[in-house]
RNA sequence: GGCCCCGUCGUCCAGCGGUCAGGACACAGCCCUUUCAAGGCUGAGACCGGAGUUCGAUUCUCCGCGGGGCUACCA
């Protein structure tokens, strides 16, 4: 109680001194897809504001194309959201004061808001077909003028419109534009943008289904849901004088526009399908930390001010303001989200980075798990001992099973070719070899320390470098010629698996030795 | 085509009239080292072009050029 309150004291404390009061945003994605990255951005963008405020954070579903309309995606949208901790404060699945947070569930209420639009003068009905408009930019396309629509349906009587009605034809409202004048708002990131009325044409607001188009739905709604800052893709920027419009003929005000600039693929085109992992949950499918994911993308398109990279959540959260999101775009570069997340899995304690990697290796072995013949469950107390010889050298967790894989198996088929190290021949790594054998089999205890001084006295003794001598060693007991260091490694093995891996090893070279000779 | 947005190393970001143009990823070299990493040091690498404004432009203005977005009864 008493802690609550000075936290409460210090928040608004913290708020005074940034100037900024408790917004309401909102993230509304519609359902005909998956988010992928840039979308995800979005809602981080919006999420981060309203922490930062200590305000809200709303979802809805923008579902007013029910053609387009995917059930799958509503799932992923919570899941990616879930899975970077976006929690959010009203939503189509949780409710709030504002609810249903679905647009289909609101109908009512923008046919109503057509109609008042309607009524004062500011929209008209239209009777024109798909047909008449398709033919009519045909036509504008031929004359090479700009494809607009000409505004007829203004000049239609309610007795036309009446008798279409009856006729069975597609009757939708559009919006009455003024055809001079400016349009300007002020952009949180870009200042003043304006456009020329004359450029726009008189659009449609209710369809024919009697679904809003997303210009009218999102106004009413944000509207009605006190939404004080809309933070989207530099993509609507276009339609933003529309949007002025829809406010100006309801009598509303606008709320403040934050228009984030596009996250780019690779060869700078828009980041789609074929470029690769695109979705947020593809990341967390690829072995991506949510925490690193989360910094990252904050940092496509924000920064701090200063040369911070590497920030914890809270930290990106009392940081974040929207006067430093930048106006151009950014190409995602996946080796940079690589290296973070590196440095997030080093960052983590042991027990952390147990649990996130067992879910990876637990999987089958078609799917990148660890072998099939390996049991599950994984020995937990087990991984818990490895995890330090691999823990830095690890970027992905999808990279757990190719690094830890050969600790799990019943044994291990290195090819010769690899066992020998540098400048050896086969003679050289088979004396090695055996060598190597016949002290693995009296050191004791089996323990790091203890086997790297017998090694290295057997190295000198043998007349190996101990590179020379580790090398064949390394290959023999875990199949690859690079992995954790050795000792610690035939340690966690233990010394009877060595010993097998080692008379295995010295088979190989021999069979082929006779084989290939 | 029209309208709008954007333009600093290959990439992300800092710079907000005077800086040896800074940091990070990636890259190269060296050090460390039983391999691979991690870590340390060093290096290479950018203000799209042209006019203005100014004592002085990467920074402000304009014009080009380049990239992107929009141009639906999709969002």
């Given at each position: 109680m008493h802690l609550a309150h000075s936290e409460r004291v210090a928040a608004n404390l913290f708020r005074m001194t940034n100037s900024t009061s408790p917004v309401r945003v909102r993230y509304a994605p519609s359902p005909t897809g998956i988010p992928h990255i840039g979308n995800i951005r979005t809602a981080l963008f919006n999420w981060l504001l309203a922490r930062n405020t200590d305000g809200q954070f709303i979802v809805r579903f923008e579902d007013t194309d029910r053609t387009r309309y995917d059930e799958r995606s509503e799932r992923a949208i919570f899941e990616s959201l879930e899975w970077l901790g976006l929690?959010?404060?009203?939503?189509?699945?949780?409710?709030?004061?504002?609810?249903?947070?679905?647009q289909s569930e609101r109908k009512q209420t923008y046919i109503d808001a057509a109609e008042r639009l309607v009524n004062s003068g500011h929209a008209y009905y239209d009777d024109t077909t798909p047909e008449q408009l398709h033919a009519l930019r045909e036509r504008q396309r031929a004359a090479k003028q700009p494809q607009r629509y000409d505004g007829r349906g203004r000049h239609r009587s309610p007795e036309e419109i009446e008798e279409s009605r009856k006729a069975g034809l597609p009757i939708t409202i559009r919006l009455k534009v003024p055809d001079h004048g400016t349009v300007s708002f002020e952009d949180a990131v870009r200042g003043k943008v304006s456009f020329e009325l004359k450029e726009i044409d008189d659009f449609v607001i209710l369809k024919s289904d009697q679904m809003p188009t997303y210009h009218l739905a999102h106004i009413v709604d944000d509207k009605a849901m006190g939404i004080t800052h809309v933070i989207r893709a530099e993509e609507w920027i276009s339609s933003t004088p529309r949007h002025l419009l829809i406010h100006e003929a309801l009598g509303i005000e606008p709320p403040i526009y934050v228009h984030a600039s596009l996250i780019l693929s690779k060869d700078r085109s828009?980041?789609?399908?074929?470029?690769?992992?695109?979705?947020a949950l593809e990341y967390r499918d690829r072995g991506y930390l949510a925490d690193a994911v989360f910094n990252f993308i904050a940092l496509l398109g924000w920064s701090?001010?200063?040369?911070?990279?590497?920030?914890?959540r809270d930290e990106i959260v009392r940081r974040f303001s929207i006067d430093r999101i930048n106006d151009s775009p950014a190409i995602f570069d996946n080796e940079k989200l690589e290296w973070m997340n590196g440095v997030y899995i080093r960052n983590m304690s042991v027990d952390a980075l147990v649990a996130e990697l067992l879910p990876f290796m637990e999987r089958p072995e078609a799917e990148g798990g660890l072998l099939d013949t390996v049991s599950r469950p994984i020995d937990r107390h087990y991984l818990t001992r490895l995890i330090p010889l691999v823990q830095e050298r690890?970027?992905?967790?999808?990279e757990g099973v190719e690094t830890l894989d050969f600790f799990f198996a019943d044994n291990v088929n290195p090819a010769a070719e690899d066992?020998?190290?540098?400048?050896?021949d086969a003679e050289m790594t088979e004396r090695a070899l055996n060598a190597a054998l016949e002290l693995c089999r009296t050191v004791a205890p089996f323990e790091p320390e203890r086997l790297e001084a017998e090694y290295r006295a057997l190295a000198e003794k043998i007349e190996m470098k101990p590179g020379q001598l580790f090398s064949p060693i390394r290959v023999a007991i875990t199949?690859?010629?690079?992995?954790?260091p050795l000792f610690d490694t035939m340690s966690a093995i233990g010394q009877d698996r060595c010993i097998d891996r080692i008379e295995n090893a010295i088979l190989i070279l021999r069979s082929a030795a006779v084989t290939g000779a």
């Open positions: 929690e959010w404060d009203e939503g189509p699945d949780k409710g709030g004061p504002y609810a249903p947070y679905i828009k980041l789609g399908k074929r470029h690769g992992a695109t979705s701090p001010g200063d040369d911070t990279e590497v920030m914890s690890l970027k992905l967790l999808t066992l020998p190290g540098r400048k050896m199949g690859k010629s690079f992995a954790p």
